[in-house]
């Protein structure tokens, strides 16, 4: 599928779920120059026509968390988008990288305000989610197996 198909994919935002927050006070360090730590997980579900993308960033200082937010999208793809991912021989869901890029970089927008919420008034407050260059994450298309409920 190429970048134009890519661009025709219908989605709408479903649902935003925050599944982990966590501010650890004793492992923060003031002196010390944190570092984060970012990772992505993908989901599908064929019955409701949905793919997920979980988002997992952590800011560490001396290689020891204080600072944990994980959040999901979850996307509904439109019918007709959903059949053009669909390969119907190997029963799989066949998502292209620029369309999972594209997702991801709605999701770490959502994530990044849940952040800013969750340490608003906080000494946390100055520590945000930077740009993130999901190209360079997000490599590959994902394939997802069907099982019986396509």
Known sequence: MDNDQVNEIGFALAKITTEQFAVIETNFSE?????????????????????????????????????????????????????MLVNKEKNALSVPKGLLQHLGAITVGTVRGILHAKTENTKFNRFHLPAINLAEIITEDKVFNLGNNE
């Open 31 to 83: 002196g010390t120059k944190p570092k984060l730590r970012v990772n992505f997980h993908f989901a599908s579900d064929a019955q409701k026509m949905l793919i997920g993308i979980l988002g997992h960033f952590r800011f560490d200082c001396d290689g020891r968390p204080f600072l944990v937010v994980e959040a999901g999208c979850h996307f509904n793809i439109q019918p007709d988008s959903w059949s």
